[in-house]
């Protein structure tokens, strides 16, 4: 909320709201950048025999002011396009087909470890995250936050994507994955809003995989959701209601999610329930297989 200024608590170092607000106004602001990792790549490209040789740095290779950059759109990889009595419309470039970079950057090249030739920054920009993943996986910092970015459920993302385009979910992720990316002081505390909204089943286990390697760093995360695939696996569950809105805002239940689900006026309750029920059968029927294995 925004009357909220600080918080002080012992062992608490620091808040931080990750919601799903847009990422930011300006169009040159794109997955890579935020992430860190066009920074990380630029530098890399610049330490190239080819950068070298024509006397390339790390600045030339952005996007913002480097010499590198498509002089057509300036590089935002989009031009405007003004139809009388009509709104503006938006077109990719036709200088660099959307790359940002004009064709002296799609000519340089960086060496793997192995000898092998990497693709140039601007093909890399147009690949995915997933795909740019197996591609510099010989890079360590790139590659742990491109493998944050895909444990994350964004492996479909382009490198080049603006961020200001990405859905309130995306956003909050790719925030997310920021955050992850930061040295762990273990004394953070971090407030998320509905992470879960439009992911598929299986990605929500794999954001639940990453929130658990917060806490297990220390950290301490608190979660606004109606999942009950993320509720259940929460230490402690607080349970508003009894309705939405105005019928709302007491507190009906606390406490584990197993004790949540003994308290009869709580609907989360009612719904975890029969959940933790089916996991705990689950659990005995593998447990009962293990032994009879060893057997």
Avoid: W
């Avoid at 608490?12 to 997955?31: C, F």
């Avoid at 601007?122 to 591609?135: G, I, K, Q, T, W």
């Avoid at 929500?204 to 999942?227: P, S």
């Amino acid at each position: 909320p925004a009357h909220i200024r600080s918080v002080e608590a012992d062992g608490i170092a620091h808040v931080k709201l990750i919601d799903a607000t847009p990422i930011g106004i300006n169009v040159r602001s794109t997955v890579a950048t935020y992430a860190g990792v066009h920074d990380e790549l630029r530098k890399l490209y610049a330490k190239s025999p080819d950068a070298k040789e024509h006397g390339y740095k790390a600045s030339d290779f952005s996007y913002n002011t480097g010499s590198l950059r498509c002089p057509g759109c300036d590089g935002t990889g989009t031009i405007s396009l003004d139809i009388q009595f009509l709104p503006d419309v938006e077109i990719t470039c036709p200088d660099c087909g959307g790359s940002r970079y004009q064709k002296d950057a799609a000519a340089l090249y960086r060496t793997r470890k192995d000898g092998t030739q990497a693709e140039s920054l601007p093909r890399l920009m147009e690949m995915s995250v997933d795909e740019a993943l197996a591609a510099c996986a010989d890079l360590k910092l790139v590659a742990s936050r491109l493998q944050t970015l895909s444990s994350l459920g964004l492996g479909y993302l382009t490198l080049g994507e603006e961020t200001p385009s990405l859905s309130g979910g995306e956003a909050q992720r790719v925030k997310l994955a920021n955050e992850l990316a930061r040295r762990s002081t273990g004394k953070t505390v971090y407030i998320l809003d509905e992470p879960t909204t439009g992911l598929h089943i299986a990605d929500v286990h794999r954001l639940i995989e990453v929130l658990q390697k917060l806490v297990d760093a220390g950290n301490t995360v608190i979660v606004i959701e109606h999942n009950l695939d993320l509720i259940k696996c929460a230490d402690h569950i607080i349970d508003l209601g009894p309705e939405g809105g105005s019928a709302g805002g007491l507190v009906i239940a606390e406490g584990t999610p197993e004790q949540v689900a003994e308290v009869p006026g709580s609907f989360t309750g009612q719904y975890l329930k029969p959940l933790l029920e089916k996991d705990r059968q689950l659990r005995a029927a593998e447990a009962e297989t293990g032994a009879k294995a060893k057997k």
